[in-house]
């Protein structure tokens, strides 16, 4: 996939220098679809009828050790970040 984008980011930089990059189609239809849909299909099943902070909540009672939160070097777990709600 890299080496089509990449031979196509260069073929159309040739042709129409001028165009911006974000309007390059740089995959075939195909292949876009499978980066975008196939390989993105993580969906997981989960209580729809809970709102977001409870689906939080039960988590961080599960697994209240787990890193929930990174920024640079800070680190936080479920259990530190739902106390701090």
Known sequence: YMQTALEQLAAALEGAPETSLLSLQV????????????????????????????????????RPEATALVCGDLEVSYADLNRQA
């Open 27 to 62: 995959l075939p239809v195909a292949e876009r679809q499978q980066v975008l849909a196939a390989w993105n299909a993580t969906g997981t099943p989960y209580a729809r009828e809970l709102c977001v902070h409870e689906l939080f909540e039960r988590h961080a009672e599960l």
